[in-house]
């Protein structure tokens, strides 16, 4: 049984720190799923100038601003780092740069205040984000996790245990938000650029092709369609007209959402307890969450959604994920290091 768990009756409190990407964060979480505090510094308007993340800046900003977002996610929980039970961070999948960020501040501050530390897998994070959206939700369960970098499929067994039903074989869907984005001069943040301008346009006006490659694979291919809209723009260039940026929004987004719910479904009623649960940043995405909410009413399906604010990058979702693992494995020792490439 890991320390603490046992010899007291308070409740049980993870300090977590992210910083696999463009957002610092950190959060305090009492006994896995209620939250105490959820702070996150977006580095989104100092990317914008770059149309995307670059690597090297986002480093720096994260080492500017950690220590300040760990202080405040002790503040805004009411408690100082004596209070805390267990320290859990990204330790990939992410940017090598700004992973080791994380996980340096990580270590020092359980090895200065002798508190246990964990790693946690980002891709598990993001599913875990539904555990505290949904105090009810528990495994086995499908998750569709869409997010900038994955798209899969997954079967969560139990809390730490996760099967790959299927993956993307090119593009994940977020990345396809973002390339489209920038092909019809949305710009950066391509995804909640698309979901709004999307709401203006008809989704009918423009047909884009459905990829499902194989019926019984849940395996998924973006990569075509963002050279489809390439094409199309193209077209549509050479020939003089205008183009609609609206109906060129909602007809990606439709192509792309119908395939995500089509497999999904597919994957609970082949895999999964009648349950399913969305997850990543594209899960902020207004046209996947209403259409799914839809199909799995239709289909008998209970669905969990996370709420917006848990649903792109926060540490909230990593407390909930490392609290998890080290019920069931423990502690890591201080030689935890950081991988860009983490499987699931
Ligand atoms: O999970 P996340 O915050 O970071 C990664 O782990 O990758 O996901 C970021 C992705 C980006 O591609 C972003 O464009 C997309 O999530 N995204 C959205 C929306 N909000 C964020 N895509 C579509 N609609 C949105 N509202
Ligand atoms: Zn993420």
Same mark, same amino acid.
């Given at each position: ?27 305090v ?30 480093s ?25 039970d ?21 270590k ?16 598990h994070?993001?599913i ?56 019809i ?64 929004? &909602? ?27 969305? &997850?990543?940043?594209?899960? &902020? ?11 799995c ?40 290091? &950081?991988?860009a490439?983490?499987?699931?």
């Amino acid at each position: 049984m890991p320390k603490n768990l046992n010899d007291k009756c308070e409740r049980f409190l993870t300090l977590a720190i992210e910083s696999s990407c463009d957002e610092t964060a950190a959060a305090v979480v009492a006994d896995g799923r209620e939250l105490l505090s959820n702070v996150i510094s977006s580095q989104i308007e100092t990317h914008t100038l770059y149309g995307g993340v670059v690597p090297e800046i986002a480093s720096r900003q994260h080492l500017t601003n950690i220590n300040d977002v760990i202080s405040s996610a002790l503040t805004e929980a009411d408690i100082t780092i004596k209070d805390i039970d267990l320290i859990a961070v990204t330790h990939g999948p992410g940017l090598i740069g700004t992973l080791v960020i994380g996980v340096a501040a990580a270590k020092a501050l359980a090895l200065a205040n002798d508190i246990p530390l964990v790693g946690v897998n980002h891709m598990h994070g993001h599913i875990c984000s539904n555990f505290i959206s949904s105090k009810e939700l528990i495994p086995p369960f499908v998750s569709l996790v869409v997010s900038g970098g994955h798209t899969n499929l997954i079967k969560v067994k139990d809390y730490t245990e996760f099967e790959v039903l299927g993956s993307t074989r090119d593009d994940a869907v977020g990345e396809a938000y973002d390339k489209v984005a920038r092909v019809i001069g949305l710009g950066y943040p391509g995804g909640p650029k698309i979901d709004e301008i999307a709401k203006k346009g008809n989704p009918d006006a423009i047909f884009f092709k459905r990829v499902y490659l194989n019926k019984d694979s849940l395996d998924f291919s973006f990569s075509g369609i963002k050279t489809a809209v390439l094409n199309y723009v193209n077209t549509e260039r050479q020939a003089g007209r205008e183009l609609n940026t609206a109906d060129i929004a &909602a007809g990606f987004q439709e192509a792309v959402v119908e395939v995500l719910i089509n497999k999904s479904v597919d994957a609970v009623k082949r895999y999964g307890n009648e349950k399913l649960v969305l &997850a990543g940043g594209v899960a &902020a995405n207004s046209r996947i969450r209403k259409a799914l909410a839809q199909k799995c009413e239709q289909e008998g399906i209970k669905l969990h959604l996370p709420e917006k604010v848990l649903c792109t990058d926060n540490a909230a979702m990593i407390a909930c994920a490392g609290y998890y693992k080290y019920l069931d494995k423990g502690e890591d020792d201080l030689s935890l290091d &950081a991988y860009a490439d983490l499987p699931f």
